[in-house]
């Protein structure tokens, strides 16, 4: 069956080969694209504040917006803590996150939707990694597929997960494919995806990916032996 959903994956996957924007311009167009989003994501929250406060998923719409600009813009809250709320000024250890006992005074800790599994088995993301060091190439598309997840003991704020990513890129010519297995976890309070380097690559690169909302993963490719941040892919979900 996972041979099946690979294949079909690297059915998808087309080599983007050398783009040519330079480092600085690729900077210039993230740093335009986040202002864009978090103008639009201010937008939506003031709009759906001004509208009517009865619907019923009013709180969750307005929690999820406050969350993903939280996301963009940080928080008040220190690194292993979980925000509340921008409005509720709450932050509280991420370790109580989706721990069935409510913490927050708003009790936002506990929300179906912060504690929703967004890596179930089968799910996907796909894009285009843009290299800037670690590596001889610039650029490669990237697949994520998770094929294994699961809640390990008391500690029910992490879902650990295992997937396999696979890499393809044209080298002088030739469409070249790697596949890999990896494994790491999913945290609920900051929405973070950690995957260790896969065991069988020489690289030794970890992904660190965070929900950036809309189906879109903001992923980092990090050098395990010193932290080193060699690249940079935003994947689109698929599945
Ligand atoms: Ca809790």
């Known amino acids: 069956m996972l041979g ?3 294949l079909a994956l690297l059915g998808i996957a087309a080599a983007d080969g050398d ?3 330079s ?27 001004h509208s009517v406060e009865d619907h019923e ?4 719409q307005v929690h999820d917006l406050e969350t993903r600009l939280d996301l963009i813009e940080g928080t008040d809250c220190h690194e292993h803590q979980f925000s509340c709320g921008r409005k509720s000024g709450q932050c509280i250890a991420d370790l109580l996150v989706c721990d069935h006992v409510p913490d927050c005074e708003n009790e936002y800790d506990e929300d179906e939707h912060v504690c929703a599994n967004e890596v179930p088995v089968g799910r996907s993301w796909h894009g285009t990694a843009h290299w800037k060091g670690c590596l001889i190439r610039r650029n490669n598309h990237v697949s994520l597929l998770i094929t294994s997840n699961d809640l390990i ?3 029910s704020e992490r879902m650990f997960v295992d997937a396999v990513v696979i890499e393809t890129w044209t080298e002088e ?3 070249v494919t790697e596949t890999h297995a990896t494994h790491g ?20 690169i970890a992904m660190s990916c965070v929900d ?7 992923c980092h490719f990090v050098r395990e032996s010193d932290n080193h941040i060699c690249g940079h892919a935003l994947l689109s979900r698929s599945a």
């Open 19 to 21: 783009d040519a924007w």
């Open 173 to 175: 010519h030739h469409l």
């Open 23 to 49: 480092r600085r311009s690729y900077a210039n167009a993230r740093m335009d694209a986040q202002e864009a989003r978090i103008a639009h994501l201010m937008q939506e929250l003031e709009s759906l504040e």
């Open 4 to 6: 099946l959903i690979l």
């Open 57 to 60: 998923d009013y709180d969750h």
């Open 185 to 204: 976890f999913y945290n609920y309070a900051n929405r973070h995806l950690e995957l260790e380097a896969p065991k069988d690559s020489e690289k030794r």
């Open 212 to 218: 950036a909302g809309d189906g879109l993963a903001d």
């Open 153 to 155: 003991g008391d500690f």
